[in-house]
């Protein structure tokens, strides 16, 4: 096949080239990448330091290591950067610094990537010195007991890793403290281990001047006085030995504590010589693991995923002594507080305890329930509180308290018990706050899930931790199921419209023998009858998911539940639309949402500063149900489609004005509840409804790459009989917009024709007019610039007829592109100016890129083709920043067209991408009726065949953002100081 046959055939390059590429070219361009915190914030590529000179860049880099591998919002990058100062450019000079950061990184570069709305440092855990050194760590730990000189080894290496303090050259920055204080303590682990290896296999001698320095630079950490003693003691210096345990005990009491017990023993056997401590460390992990009894229900399958949450589980041991692990039913609560309870057992010398508590209702029983647990007993002269209080006043233990939810006034009590054990910690697992003093949170949400749309390949699926427990849960109900190309997919999906709840996620893989991936994806949409049947030896409420939710609801009284289920028509909510749709008053709603964020039965789901709130879709699907079983669905429907076709007749006209940045925003998070209107509109036969609604909503279709859907939802409108006449013409005029922004110019132009009879025959002149500057641009895109011209002088001498407001811009912009269609640019130039100075009054940014393209083809066929691409790239800059995936990739198409001649490789890349992009977006408005050449024709004769074929590869692998981001990359320095910053 030519390279001309090739830019011809279905998806450009085809699947299968895609996945030959993805298999191995970044592979490729990440080996030899390196990045390193442990010190100053370094890249190295092949061993060779990468100079990131700018302060900025480096404070980017710091931050995308610290959440290496998840996608950073540009708000978040924003403050932790600049913080309380952002720059007035905020998004531009983001993007402008992560530019940079990727030409400093040279052939690592490729790992900043633009994902989700946000950027991701997508790199391996062992190209980075933090996660090497925690691994180390890791494997040092494991072999202490067994092989101290390995233990020793492995320690030494890992601290090796340390060039100085981490992220020495930001140090002192907020967005960075809490990973510095968490590496700082791994370090200091780490240095107490590899003592307790050296110690272990008998070099006490060398440890003394460096354990000397340690306390002093340490006092508090007793693990380094127990080593100077013991050294000191191997060495034949007992008396020094004592004054240190002495200096340790003077230094605790200036700071208002004491050391505990394992100090005081040492001391002891040191001072009667005793024998055992020529047998060995006494204070290493071997010896004293018998001292520590760790009472856990023991676990069957491995745990999975929850890094995150492990990491700042265990900080936060180390800080707080009331630790509450809340999120909803089913989110994994208990596992994950007891997978918190074994990996920290060894900070608390007298053990970890799980105590139960889903059957017990009554505060008064909570105590009991504790003592049973921990072997204590009550007696005729003490009581159980007595005993347990006395039992727990000199004992550092952890209790993790498990389901508190349901027992009302357990605070208090929790308050007594903290107070009566100093030494130890409360780890409880709830629904709700305890709302106590001390008490620290550690909410908990759904497991990550693969992102709806993107490359469901089997390592990008199993690398999300939903997918990773389906799977583990999966082979232990069926040993043979296995992860393929063909059901990935499907893998996916299940776990997405699971939400990530472990619980479910658990249910439903049970399930896999009998159902397989496809089958179970296809019975989703009844959840909870497929999610039942779990362990027979879990509480009742965790057997399946609906028990799960029931449990919660029924803890509700009945104002909260009937609040409870009229959420469940909702896909996310604000607190207005909340009060409309359940008929009470701000303030009521207000402390509702309240209480049920409290019962983790409503999560936040805050965006771009928007206070919104939702329910997790099994949640929902719980509440809807008990909305129809209750008879009270259609009232609740049919007010929120009432609240949404408000909502919309507000800022769906806003979408061509300066506020459309607002109006997009809040309209693509309610994408969700404007399909739920318009369908409830369709079934319960209101058309005119239906219409006055997607009339207002048809360019955020559009906009979206929907541009389908938003047809479909037209069409059937249209075929309704009870559709009036003025709908008919607003519904007809819609449909069109969407007919001609996909290239459809025939229907597009029947579709106008009928609107314009019917706004005549209701006498809406200016209806008219602006249907005529439709008309008028569909004949020039579909090759009539003549009638094109005739049409739009007709619309503006029609418009000023009547008196409007609106100057005209519209069908300026309508005959400038229809002369320029007749090949008479430089007469076409002035309306443009005119056109676009009218546009950048409305502030109306989607007009303003139209424009701007517009006035790109004017200059590349006059002549100037440099300013035509820079002309190009600031239409490409603004479409992206207001989110209009359907002009962006326009505006894509015609910045590759226009940099062929600059940058071919580029052009081929951006081509590519953007084909692609059409492709499962349906289409979209094409680049020939602009009388310029495709990228991939006019770029063929320029590079080589090879060359064609590798950068189309990795073009098609690229969605629109991505191929953003890599445009403005690759072709800012083509365009003036207007792009920079």
């Not at 309380?84 to 905020?90: H, R």
Request: hydrophobic share 45%; charged share 25%.
């Amino acid at each position: 096949m030519g390279l001309k046959a090739l830019s011809h055939s279905p998806g450009f390059v085809g699947t299968l080239i895609a996945k030959e590429w993805a298999s191995g070219v970044w592979e490729d361009a990440m080996e030899g990448c390196e990045f390193r915190v442990l010190g100053g914030t370094a890249a190295f590529s092949g061993g060779d330091a990468l100079p990131i000179p700018a302060a900025k860049q480096r404070a980017l880099l710091a931050v995308l290591l610290i959440h290496r591998s998840e996608v950073v919002a540009p708000d978040r990058l924003l403050d932790a950067v600049w913080g309380e100062e952002p720059p007035a450019s905020g998004l531009k000079t983001l993007r402008y610094h992560i530019s940079k950061l990727r030409q400093a990184l040279g052939p690592c570069g490729e790992a900043v990537a633009f994902r989700n709305g946000g950027y991701v440092l997508d790199v391996p855990a062992e190209s980075l010195d933090s996660e090497r050194f925690e691994d180390l760590l890791g494997q040092a730990q494991n072999a202490l007991s067994s092989d101290p000189d390995r233990a020793a080894l492995l320690s030494a290496r890992a601290l090796e890793l340390w060039t100085g303090s981490a992220f020495a050259d930001c140090a002192y920055e907020e967005f960075v403290q809490s990973e510095v204080r968490r590496l700082e303590e791994l370090r200091l682990a780490a240095i107490e281990l590899h003592n307790d290896a050296e110690l272990a296999a008998g070099r006490a001698d060398t440890l003394v001047p460096d354990l000397e320095a340690l306390v002093v630079e340490h006092p508090l950490r007793e693990a380094l006085w127990a080593q100077l003693m013991y050294a000191l003691y191997q060495t034949g210096r007992q008396p020094e030995a004592l004054r240190s345990y002495r200096r340790a005990t003077e230094g605790f009491a200036e700071l208002g504590t004491v050391p505990s017990g394992d100090l005081d023993r040492l001391e002891e056997l040191i001072l009667l010589r005793d024998p055992a401590l020529d047998e060995g460390w006494p204070m290493s992990s071997e010896s004293t693991s018998g001292e520590a009894p760790t009472v856990l229900p023991p676990e069957r399958t491995p745990f999975v995923g929850r890094t995150a949450e492990l990491r700042i589980g265990t900080d936060l041991l180390s800080l707080v002594r009331l630790l509450t692990v809340l999120g909803p039913p089913g989110a994994g609560k208990t596992r994950l507080a007891c997978q918190l309870g074994a990996e920290n057992g060894g900070r608390y010398r007298h053990g970890v305890f799980f105590v139960p508590l889903a059957a017990v209702d009554d505060a008064v029983l909570v105590e009991p329930a504790i003592a049973q647990v921990l072997g204590v007993r009550g007696g005729p002269e003490q009581s159980t509180h007595e005993s347990l209080v006395r039992y727990l006043q000199d004992r550092s233990l952890l209790l993790i308290l498990d389901n508190l939810e349901q027992i009302s006034g357990v605070g208090p009590i929790i308050s007594e018990l903290l107070d009566a054990a100093p030494q130890s910690t409360i780890l409880a697992t709830s629904r709700v706050p305890l709302a106590i003093h001390g008490e620290q949170a550690l909410p908990i949400g759904p497991l990550d899930v693969p992102e709806a749309g993107a490359s469901a390949d089997i390592a990008g699926v199993l690398r999300h931790d939903a997918s990773a427990l389906f799977v583990a849960r999966a082979r232990a109900a069926d040993p043979t199921f296995e992860v393929t190309d063909e059901n990935a997919n499907d893998l996916a999906h299940i776990v997405r419209e699971l939400d990530g709840l472990p619980l479910a996620i658990e249910l439903a893989a049970a399930r896999i023998k009998m159902l397989g991936p496809a089958a179970m994806r296809g019975r989703l949409d009844r959840q909870l009858d497929l999610l039942t049947g779990g362990p027979q030896d879990v509480v009742d409420h965790h057997q399946t998911l609906r028990s799960a939710i029931l449990w919660s609801y029924e803890l509700l009284d009945e104002k909260e539940q009937r609040f409870f289920r009229s959420l469940g028509v909702f896909h996310g909510f604000s607190l207005e639309a909340a009060a409309v749709v359940t008929d009470l008053s701000d303030p009521e709603v207000f402390d509702e949402v309240a209480s049920l964020l409290d019962k983790s039965l409503v999560y936040r789901d805050d965006a771009d500063g928007w206070p919104r709130y939702a329910l997790l879709e099994s949640i929902r699907e719980f509440a809807r149900g008990e909305l129809e079983a209750n008879g009270e669905l259609r009232s609740c429907s049919e007010r929120q489609a009432t609240y949404f076709a408000q909502l919309v007749g507000e800022y769906g006209p806003m979408l061509t004005t300066a506020g459309q940045k607002e109006a997009i925003a809040l309209l693509t998070r309610e994408i969700d509840n404007i399909r739920d209107a318009l369908r409830f509109a369709t079934d319960a036969e209101q058309p005119d409804l239906g219409v006055e609604i997607a009339d207002h909503t048809w360019r955020l279709w559009d906009g979206l790459g929907q541009a389908d859907e938003g047809r479909q939802w037209l069409c059937g409108l249209l075929g309704m009989p009870s559709l009036s006449p003025a709908a008919r013409a607003r519904g007809l005029w819609a449909l069109a917009s969407l007919q001609y922004w996909h290239a459809d110019y025939k229907a597009a132009w029947a579709s106008y024709e009928e609107a314009l009879a019917l706004f005549r025959s209701l006498g809406d002149s200016s209806s008219e007019a602006y249907t005529l500057y439709a008309m008028s641009m569909t004949a020039t895109w579909d090759g009539d610039g003549k009638l094109g011209e005739e049409l739009a002088i007709e619309a503006l001498e029609l418009l000023q007829s009547g008196g409007a407001s609106d100057d005209g811009g519209l069908m300026l912009m309508a005959r400038a592109w229809a002369t320029q269609r007749r090949g008479r640019f430089v007469e076409a130039r002035p309306l443009w100016d005119q056109a676009l100075s009218r546009a950048r009054h409305l502030g109306d940014e989607h007009l303003v890129v139209t424009q701007l393209i517009g006035i790109a083809v004017n200059e590349f066929h006059i002549g100037d083709r440099r300013e035509a691409l820079r002309v190009a790239l600031e239409a490409l800059e603004r479409a992206f920043s207001i989110r209009n995936m359907q002009v962006t990739v326009w505006a894509l198409d015609v910045v590759a067209s226009l940099a062929v001649q600059v940058k071919p490789e580029v052009a081929l890349r951006l081509a590519a991408s953007v084909e692609e992009v059409r492709r499962t977006i349906g289409g979209g408005m094409p680049v020939e009726p602009l009388d310029i050449e495709r990228a991939p024709l006019l770029a063929a004769s320029l590079v080589d065949p090879e060359v064609t074929i590798a950068e189309a590869r990795i073009g098609a692998l690229m969605d629109w953002e991505h191929a953003y981001a890599f445009a403005y990359d690759s072709l800012r320095d083509e365009a003036n100081e207007k792009l920079g910053v």
